[in-house]
């Protein structure tokens, strides 16, 4: 770390999370609001851990019945065939086009996985004040909070389906369980993106720092 | 700023320098935030589900089937009623590979269904003539059929059915097993009837384990199952019964569809009583024919030969032996033996007799008498009946047909016969057939006219012929002396008789002669019409003499 020396918060001031405006708080626990757009001033999120900790853990235990469920019911001829996403990246692949089944796999199983694991990595680095690697982690940080807006590929594609197919005494899809808990997971892993504080990751490095020095 | 803090203002107190300073640690929330109820309650909803899951999960039992004709796991249910009671979950060869293990995950609601004799198979689309059955599946796909069973065992593993059965398990009804010499025509499904009425139909026919007869199985439906007692015949009901009796031509069949693809029909016979019911998988006899049986089983038969010294020509093996018009049994096989030293040629027939058929009753009381039962009562009957002249003998049948019978009757001036009891069959005797009496008797005839002296006979016919011819010449003269003696007298007589009219025409016609005018005047007028008529021919030829007047060479 090139010991960026002073930070905003050991410098007694307080950074606008909005319009980042560095100014001096009311006082250390309460630092009131912007002298500028008027947003409510934190040193650090209050409760950012805990926070993140709980929509992370909510977010992994929808992750389990959003793949065993099925995310969508198709109807021909009078049976019913029910799919889930493994299912649909199964039978991609056996039916020949890997590409899609692997765009499938990597956007729908891999990548809520990935962000989930991320984020359990950064908050135990965080609680544990692991120093070093902070930009390294910042930028996983970053790609966690950029992916979270494409995650809902497969909620997209399932929506669309099922508006679609609709030919009644046919043929018909109608959505599955499993779709609502892959939305929650998706969602629950976006909050927590958010409520999870990047500053935290520093203050571990310069607390160490604090305990070296 | 009310409060200072910080190194700032620590390095103005110089005088205080000394004293530690205070550290400020940031405190320390424990207190649990709102936010975990978000796992909470996802954690709520997952357990829920998984516990609904596990919960709403039923028995996943396995059917073992010969071929698995259109069962996909995932996509083919098992129905029962028509309702999904389960879906097949995986399909795979037998360990031997002769025959395919079906695993079907069954409705936790159905799990009290999959006792010990349930039973399943694959409904596909069946065409027949009596029907069309599981159409729904050409669009759909097979499915599995499933029927309950009563057992109150549990069982997960099971064998199907190789066809879809005719009668669904849970229709009430009963089975029963006929008994036939050949299938026939009734195979699966086809139907049986009660009084013309369609009530149940063959469920399975398969051979005896001994290879001499045909079990037919069918399932006759309630209400009309109890209709079947214990005396209850079975024909069969397939085709035309065309008969020609007294009562005129008849034509019966049971039903259209009886007559396509045949069919089965009971009744009790007339006259019997309304027996017990008949047990389920009771056995009965299938009849050819209603007449047969309707005239009941023949429990009873006797056999007999009976030895004949004539042709046997028009009879055949089945053909009825008849007492006095009734058929009490009929004939099983007809030989030809012979005895080396005597030469003699004899014809042995062998014949069944139905002694139930001929009931002994007691005329005094009117109380039917019970049959011989053993050996000895029966040789003891026979010795009686013999000895009272009871004879067969060969008769015709059909004068068309040449068709012959056995007749058996009492013949009271039979010539007596020592019955040979150590027989076996016993040979009843017999005495010769009608029309060998008729032989018989015309050869005597013969033997007569043989005896007849011609020659004399031929004498007196000459005698005769000579006197007549002198008749004849006395005729003649007596006719030429007729001639010459009453002929001119008749004339002369004639003639007398003319004059005599001539004079009453003269006396009985004062106007003659106005008459003889009225002629002359007639004859006249008549004269002028011929003239008239040369007149317009000529002129239709030559119209031109009218002006021209007649021709030169015309008036020549």
């Known amino acids: 770390m090139t010991a960026a020396a002073l930070t905003a918060a050991r410098a007694g001031l307080v950074s606008c999370e909005t319009c980042k405006l560095l100014s001096r708080p009311v006082h250390p626990d309460h630092a009131g609001h912007c002298p500028r757009c008027g947003a409510e001033l934190e040193s650090r999120r209050a409760n950012s851990i805990q926070y993140t900790w709980a929509l992370v853990i909510a977010a992994a235990i929808c992750y389990i019945p959003a793949n065993l469920l099925p995310v969508m019911n198709t109807t021909a001829f009078g049976s019913t065939e029910p799919d889930t996403i493994m299912g649909g990246v199964v039978f991609l692949y056996t039916s020949g086009s890997w590409p899609l089944a692997l765009i499938v796999l990597i956007a729908s199983v891999m990548v809520p996985l990935a962000k989930l694991i991320a984020l359990g990595y950064l908050l135990i680095t965080v609680q544990r004040g692991v120093p070093g690697g902070g930009r390294e982690r910042t930028r996983l940080y970053r790609m966690v909070e950029f992916i979270g807006r494409w995650s809902m590929l497969d909620v997209f594609v399932d929506t669309f389906t099922v508006a679609l197919v609709q030919l009644q005494p046919l043929m018909s899809v109608a959505p599955g369980p499993g779709v609502l808990f892959f939305a929650a997971v998706v969602v629950l892993t976006m909050i927590a993106a958010e409520t999870f504080d990047p500053r935290l990751i520093w203050d571990a490095g310069s607390q160490g720092e604090r305990q070296r020095g | ?556």
């Open chain 2, 1 to 556: 700023m009310p409060v200072a803090k910080g190194s700032a203002s620590v390095a103005e107190n110089t005088d205080r320098n000394d004293l530690p300073q205070a550290t400020v640690v940031p405190k320390r929330r424990t207190r649990i935030s709102v936010v975990w109820i978000i796992p909470v309650l996802a954690a709520a909803v997952a357990i829920g589900i998984a516990i609904q899951r596990i919960l709403s999960e039923g028995p996943t039992i396995t059917i073992v089937f010969k071929a698995a004709a259109g069962i996909e796991p995932g996509k083919t249910f098992v129905k029962y009623k028509d309702v999904n009671i389960g879906q097949v979950s995986a399909v795979e060869l037998s360990n031997d590979f002769t025959r395919v293990t079906v695993k079907a995950k069954i409705a936790k609601s159905a799990a009290g269904l999959m006792v010990e004799d349930a039973k399943f198979w694959i409904v596909e689309p069946r065409i027949s003539l009596t029907g069309v059955s599981g159409l729904g599946t050409l669009l759909s796909g097979n499915y599995i059929g499933f029927g309950a069973g009563s057992s109150t065992k549990k069982a997960r593993e099971f064998v199907g059915l190789d066809e879809q059965p005719v009668v669904t398990p849970e229709e009430r009804g009963r089975e029963f097993v006929l008994r036939a010499a050949t299938l026939g025509s009734h195979d699966v499904g086809v139907p049986v009837y009660f009084r013309r009425l369609l009530v149940g139909e063959v469920i399975a026919a398969e051979l005896d384990k001994d290879g001499k007869g045909v079990s037919i199985r069918i399932f006759v439906r309630a209400p009309y199952d109890q209709f079947v007692t214990t005396d209850t015949q079975f024909w069969n009901a397939s085709g035309v019964d065309v008969s020609l009796n007294a009562s005129g031509f008849q034509v019966q069949t049971e039903s259209l569809i009886a007559l396509l693809i045949g069919g089965i029909a009971f009744e009790a016979p007339p006259g019997a009583g309304a027996g017990p019911a008949a047990d389920a998988n009771a056995v009965f006899q299938l009849f050819a024919t209603r007449d047969a049986a309707m005239k009941g089983p023949d429990l009873d038969v006797e056999h007999y030969v009976l030895v004949f010294r004539q042709s046997v020509r028009g009879l055949s093996v089945g053909a009825p032996v008849e007492f006095r018009g009734v058929n009490i049994g009929e004939v099983t096989r007809i030989g030809v033996e012979f005895d080396p030293k005597t030469f003699n040629f004899v014809q042995p027939v062998d014949i069944r007799f139905y002694p139930d058929r001929l009931r002994a009753r007691s005329l005094d009381s009117g109380a039917t008498l019970p049959p011989p039962k053993t050996a000895e009562e029966r040789l003891k009957r026979a010795q009686l009946m013999v000895d009272r002249g009871f004879r067969a003998q060969l008769r015709t049948g059909s004068l068309l047909t040449g068709q012959s019978y056995v007749g058996v009757d009492i013949f009271p001036k039979a010539p007596k016969v020592k019955l040979d009891t150590s027989k076996v069959p016993l040979e009843i005797p017999t005495v010769p057939g009608e029309f060998e009496e008729l032989e018989t008797s015309v050869a005597s005839i013969i033997k007569k006219l043989d005896r007849v002296q011609y020659e004399k006979i031929d004498a007196d016919l000459r005698k005769a012929i000579g006197t007549l011819d002198q008749t004849l010449k006395d005729t003649d003269a007596l006719v030429k002396r007729l001639d010459a003696e009453s002929v001119p007298a008749l004339d002369r007589a004639l003639e007398a008789g003319r004059k005599a009219l001539k004079s009453a025409e003269g006396t009985l016609d004062p106007d003659s002669a106005t008459v003889t005018d009225l002629r002359e005047t007639l004859r006249e007028i008549t004269r002028a019409a011929a003239s008239i008529r040369a007149l317009t021919d000529y002129l239709e030829r030559q119209p031109q003499s009218l002006i021209r007047g007649k021709p030169a060479e015309e008036s020549k």
